[in-house]
């Protein structure tokens, strides 16, 4: 047996050239070598095809860029910083309250016959106008016994000054008359018993003068309890009333709202010459503006905030134009106050400035710089700054994950929503 009949059935069982047949083992067996030889050059050539491929695409295939690696920079917004002057200003928050709110109460007793068409709630009357007139008949009356008293004490005195002028008269001759003789206790006690009388005039004219029930400002009526008709004795409360010609807002100020004022605790302003304050407030669909004036701080700190209360003035917040709504009491208001003036100072806006006093700079080489700065004053909008920041440096104002320094940066140039800076 040759190499070609051994070689010959295992190439074509590999191959899978077919199965075996009994009917073909004799021509398989002749034509051994023929099959191996055809086999091994169909191998050849597709080696051959295959390199001569590999070597084409190697060959046409593109030259790898040598260089260093291009940096992973983030994108962020910044803005640039300015230097400015202008002033502290604060944002705090209030209830208005009237400058004075009272019960108004009888002072005499007796029968109401009038009461004003304005004794209603939400009633406006001016000072001294009546209210409610109580029934005068008594008290006129006694306005009438005391002038009639008063007239008979003159009388008395008259007769007392004339009988001392008689004993005057008589004891020219004596040596060192007495008081009595001269008739001074009797003088004396006339001229009381008519200041007496006369006191009781007044005192009468007083209490008719009661009968109309007035308080002495500008008011508006906040709730009535009694009417025309009813019986009041002294004592009883007849109305609850507010002035109109001021009105106050108190205002709770921490110590960094206190330095940013520039005022010193128990601060009083002079002939209502204040610090200037904007109250605003959203009432009627709109938001309205008023004008007042930070008149006084209290004198004390509370024990358990810290902090301080200043008073904001309002004149006359009823007084408004048509369209206009005034400044009632209860309505709660945000208080815009300028403070101390503040003179060569940075501008930055306030997202600029970071946790612990520190401010992100993108360097001229955009890179990330963390620098620490002196804050004079901030607000929800711009912080000022007094050192650490110059002019024209370009402030980072976008949040930046876990920051160091030197991480590369890449300016966002077109912000959706800009920064916009106030110097005022």
Not at 28 to 53: D, M, N, P, R, Y
Not at 296 to 303: E, F, I, K, V
């Amino acid at each position: 047996m040759t190499r070609c009949d051994i070689l010959a059935p295992l190439l074509v069982a590999e191959l899978g050239v077919g199965m075996r047949h009994p009917e073909r083992e004799v021509t398989e067996q002749k034509g051994g070598c023929f099959a191996v030889a055809i086999v091994l050059l169909s191998l050849l050539l597709i080696g051959t095809i295959t390199g001569l491929i590999v070597w084409g695409l190697n060959a046409n295939a593109p030259e790898p860029e040598v260089g260093e690696p291009a940096a992973n920079r983030i994108g962020v917004y910044v803005e640039s910083a300015f230097r400015t002057e202008g002033n502290a200003e604060i944002t705090v928050f209030g209830e208005v309250r009237p400058r004075v709110q009272i019960d108004v109460v009888s002072e005499v007793s007796g029968r109401i016959i009038k009461v004003s068409p304005h004794f209603i709630e939400g009633g406006s009357f001016r000072s001294g106008e009546a209210l409610i007139t109580v029934e005068d008949r008594d008290y006129a009356l006694a306005v009438s016994e005391a002038k009639a008293r008063v007239a008979g004490r003159k009388l008395e005195l008259e007769q007392s000054l004339a009988d001392a002028d008689v004993a005057k008269r008589q004891l020219v001759n004596e040596a060192n008359p007495s008081d009595l003789a001269l008739k001074k206790p009797q003088i004396i006690q006339a001229r009381s018993a008519l200041e007496a009388s006369e006191l009781a005039l007044e005192r009468a004219l007083s209490d008719l003068s009661r009968t109309q029930i007035s308080v002495p400002f500008d008011a508006r009526v906040t709730a009535t309890a009694v009417d025309e008709g009813q019986y009041v004795s002294i004592g009883r409360t007849v109305a609850s009333v507010f002035s109109t010609d001021k009105a106050e807002v108190r205002l709770p100020l921490s110590n960094a709202d206190i330095a940013a004022l520039g005022v010193p605790i128990g601060y009083e302003a002079e002939d209502d010459l204040g610090l200037s304050v904007e109250l605003v407030a959203d009432v009627g669909g709109a938001t309205r503006r008023w004008a007042g004036r930070l008149v006084r701080l209290d004198a004390s700190l509370d024990s358990r905030t810290r902090s301080t209360f200043g008073t904001v003035e309002v004149q006359s917040p009823f007084d408004v134009v048509e369209g206009e709504m005034p400044m009632a009491p209860g309505l709660f208001v945000a208080a815009q106050i300028r403070g101390r003036a503040l003179t060569d100072v940075i501008a930055i806006p306030a997202a600029g400035l970071r946790a612990g006093g520190r401010v992100f700079i993108m360097n001229d080489e955009d890179l990330l710089e963390v620098r620490n700065v002196v804050v004079a004053h901030a607000t929800a909008e711009v912080a000022y700054l007094t050192s650490g920041i110059a002019e024209g440096d370009r402030i980072i104002i976008s949040p930046i994950r876990n920051p160091v320094p030197g991480m590369a940066l890449s300016p966002i140039e077109d912000a959706a929503d800009p920064v916009q800076l106030s110097a005022g």
